[in-house]
């Protein structure tokens, strides 16, 4: 079982900056990709940035340039450093957690979501 578990979302305002992290625990053999999504009431879930086991890095055209992924392979972590945060990037913020289990089965879990709010 792997667990997935998100923090550091809140309240801040617009040209603010959030640091947002993500931890997967649990029988992990191997983290193939940790990535952020996100998504508003009503509305599909939307890609923001992922990271790779091989260090590579992927952003939506919306955050590139404002949000950096980074990873700590050491304790199966990563993180969203969300600068000039604009109103339009309130949401919920999920992570997204693949590898192998210690029993090499393929797992694909989702964390339970943190709420970040950019005031106007």
């Known amino acids: 079982q792997v667990q997935v578990v998100e923090s550091g979302g809140g309240l801040v305002q617009a040209g603010g900056s959030l640091t947002l992290s993500c931890a997967a625990s649990g029988s992990i053999f191997r983290l193939i990709a940790l990535g952020w999504y996100r998504q508003a009431p009503g509305n599909q879930r939307e890609f923001v940035a992922v990271t790779n086991s091989g260090g590579g890095t992927n952003y939506a055209d919306s955050v590139k340039g404002r949000f950096t992924i980074s990873r700590l392979d050491a304790k199966n972590t990563v993180y969203l450093q969300m600068n000039s945060l604009k109103p339009e990037d309130t949401d919920v913020y999920s992570c997204?957690?693949?590898?192998?289990?210690?029993?090499?089965?393929?797992?694909?879990?989702w964390g339970q979501g943190t709420k970040v709010t950019v005031s106007s």
């Open positions: 997204n957690a693949r590898g192998y289990t210690n029993v090499r089965l393929q797992f694909d879990y």
